[in-house]
């Protein structure tokens, strides 16, 4: 594997949210959460990340128990901690405290060397006519590829 191998985007955070920055956490994961994450069978559309003392956590990340694991299941829906440099957890906690900003899970991916790896942004709410404007720039790009 030469590249990052993108395994579950977040189609629904590009439409909601304006994105401003973006980081690259590794997540602490048990075996069988790895082998399902392989699989595809993870969902990061409902989560979002939350800073508790200096920890940073994504909440309500669901990963699918793995079939063939035994009597050692995980539990679908837990807090997995990510794992991120201080310097990068306290500019994302100085950038949370502003109000209409949040952070939400992009993309889960594996790197080259083989970990899972969970790239979030810092992002702030679209209004009703932003997204409008997005739908309308997507449908004139539609037709113009259309038609050529």
């Known amino acids: 594997m030469s590249e990052n191998t993108i395994l579950i985007k977040n189609k629904k955070a590009l439409f909601e949210y304006f994105i401003e920055n973006t980081f690259e956490a590794g997540i602490l994961l048990k075996g069988t959460e790895v082998k399902s ?86 992002a702030r709410g679209k209004k009703l006519y932003d997204k409008r404007d997005d739908i309308k720039k997507k449908d004139i790009e539609r037709d113009i590829l259309r038609f050529k």
Do not use: W
Not at 42 to 71: L, Q, T
Not at 81 to 91: M, P, Q, V
């Open 37 to 122: 994450i392989r699989n595809g069978q993870a969902n990061i559309s409902d989560s979002y990340c939350v800073v508790d003392s200096n920890n940073v956590y994504v909440k309500n990340m669901h990963i699918s128990e793995y079939k063939n694991a035994g009597f050692t299941q995980h539990s679908p829906i837990s807090d997995r901690k990510l794992l991120l440099k201080k310097s990068e957890i306290k500019k994302i906690n100085d950038k949370l405290k502003n109000i209409g900003y949040t952070l939400i899970p992009l993309e889960l991916f594996f790197s080259d060397t083989g970990y899972a790896k969970l790239k979030i942004g810092i």
